[in-house]
């Protein structure tokens, strides 16, 4: 088992081998060259060459936001698609005007895209958010298979909910970023629930 989260002050940081716990991954050097193999490609190249040089120049300088656009550019992507929830229209709305703005032809598709009933999945009525009502079930295939269909080069993830991501990132054709996650109690930032976890939020969470 790898338990990195309990790992005392990361010596992988500082290539400080004499201190890699006995369960470190950083022990298994053959599949480290196997690993290493895998930047070869080109695309995985690419991405991890351009990702590194966004997390250098922009450190605590530049937003996601910012940092998202540098990144598609660097990269020369300049079909972007976005997967948002229904709840988040504005902010779609938004990031489309922007990443418009910024020179990008920008593709978007809706959570609830192909208004499909959430019968279809056989959920139960009182397992419905609003019982006695239609209620569309998300459809994150959907979104992945629609932006994949425009032939989109990235696609950024907005607002999706816990599993609908999974399957929305298990989906999609081209890399996939996350902008924003969902968390309809913490106000999308699901780390509040963390910082909490030892004070206000310790019955909530063990
Ligand atoms: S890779 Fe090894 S040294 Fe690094 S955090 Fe994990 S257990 Fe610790």
Redesign the pocket.
Known sequence: M???SF??N????TN?KN???P?????DTEDLEKIKELYKEQENYHLAYQSALVEAEGYCQKTRLEETIDFARKCNFQKLGIAFCLGFSNEAKTLTKILTHHGFSVHSVVCKNGSIPKEFLGIPEDKKVEQGTFEPMCNPIGQAMFLNKEGTEFNIVLGLCVGHDSLFIKHSDAPVTVFAVKDRVLAHNPLGAIYLSDGYYKKKVY
């Not at 369960?23 to 022990?27: A, D, E, H, K, Y």
């Open positions: 790898f338990t990195c790992c005392k990361h010596p992988c940081d400080d201190n890699y716990p369960n470190c991954p950083s022990r």
